[in-house]
């Protein structure tokens, strides 16, 4: 199958993809800042929050010290319940900046403000606005994987767990769509709405990297394995799926399933959670390298790498990184977010919350 899927003409940006560097430290490094982190949490008032695809140590640190690990929105939900005056966000840019739109009252540091993502690098605002200033006949729905002032530019934001859903509602009422970033989670959502989408050009490097055909082959090896897929993969990936969800979703599966053994493709930091909600289960990582490939991330973002023990301490001793968002961005920016996590109030969803299958 050819994962060639009809984008606007929207010339890609050119941006650096920098190597995966997981952090290494020997064991008395990573005990002293473990408990230097856990010291400075609480001088700082402050509360570690984690996505999934993070260095397991950051994710057994957010367990260790009442803090949370989930996906990008979620993060954001749950530091703005929390009564902690400082978020510290270990993930990417746009769940920092997302956390910041949703709670402007608190401080929100990161271990790394280059921790970028490929979709929201590929998405610049000002050929964004360009883009949607040529169709105003369409409504703009973005992907949380997107700058504050992308999304301040948009009617609605959803994450992969909700995209359907919202698509759904909005052709309800006669809405043509303009998508943006991911072009892969675009014609997903196309295909099981059958909405009229006008879909961005541009995808994640790390999901972008998953091989259908080696894949087939490797679910050939394992014919009692269950594939499951992040929506963010090529059609031809999503082909062979059993479970398309988002990282939460995901995780569910392996819990809930009965199956013995998955093949995932998705970031391979999902692992650490997977393995702690379903013990006995075996999981293989999706092939990202083929006969004609050399995968550039192999299954792990090299943003999501960059948060580290050594920075997330720095951040916390020194206030380096605290996520800014200009307050008219902001202001903008939160309808679209608050305008999904309504729709989901109402349809008494937790989307992508821990509880969302
Ligand atoms: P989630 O918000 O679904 O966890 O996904 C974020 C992401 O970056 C997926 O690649
Ligand atoms: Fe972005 Fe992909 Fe990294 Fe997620 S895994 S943060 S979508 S580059």
Redesign the pocket.
């Given at each position: 199958m050819i994962d060639a899927i009809a984008t606007a003409n929207v010339t890609k940006p050119d941006f650096d993809v920098p190597p995966t560097v997981v952090e290494h430290l020997d064991t008395a490094e990573r005990e002293a800042l473990r408990a230097e982190i856990k010291q400075l949490l609480v001088r700082e008032n402050a509360v570690l929050v984690a996505?999934?695809?993070t260095d397991p140590e950051l994710q057994k640190l957010a367990d260790e010290t009442g803090g949370y690990v989930s996906?990008?929105?979620d993060m954001a939900r749950f530091g703005h319940d929390h009564t902690a005056r400082t978020l510290v966000v270990a993930g990417?840019r746009f769940m920092g900046e997302t956390a910041k739109i949703l709670n402007p009252g608190k401080r929100v540091l990161m271990p790394d403000l280059k921790a970028e993502?490929s979709l929201d690098l590929g998405c610049p605002i000002e050929q964004f606005t360009t883009f949607c200033d040529e169709h105003p006949d369409r409504t703009v729905v973005v992907y949380?994987?997107t700058s504050a002032a992308v999304k301040a530019r948009a009617d609605w934001m959803v994450?992969?767990?909700s995209a359907v859903d919202v698509v759904k509602h909005l052709m309800a009422t006669g809405r043509k769509i303009l998508w943006a970033p991911d072009k892969f989670l675009g014609s997903y959502i196309r295909d099981n709405t059958g909405a009229d989408m006008l879909l961005w050009n541009s995808a994640?490097i790390?999901?972008e990297e998953f091989k259908g055909r080696e894949l087939a082959a490797l679910r050939a090896q394992y014919p009692d394995a269950m594939v499951l897929v992040?929506p963010?993969s090529p059609p031809s990936v999503i082909a062979l799926a059993d479970v398309v969800s988002?990282?939460?979703g995901l995780i569910k599966a392996v819990q809930t399933l009965s199956c013995n053994t998955f093949i995932v493709a998705?970031?391979k930091g999902i692992f650490y959670k997977m393995r702690q909600v379903a013990p006995g289960k075996t999981l293989i990582e999706a092939p990202t390298a083929g006969d004609s490939a050399t995968c550039r991330s192999c299954a792990h973002?090299p943003w999501m790498a960059m948060n580290g023990l050594r920075s997330l301490a720095a951040s916390l001793r020194t206030g380096a990184n605290e996520v800014v968002v200009a307050r008219e961005i902001g202001l903008r920016a939160v309808v679209p977010i608050k305008r999904l996590l309504d729709f989901s109030a109402a349809r008494g969803q937790v989307i992508?919350g821990n509880n969302d299958a």
């Open positions: 996505h999934y695809y996906d990008s929105l990417v993502c949380a994987n994450t992969s767990g994640c790390v999901h992040h963010e988002s990282t939460t998705t970031d973002c992508l």
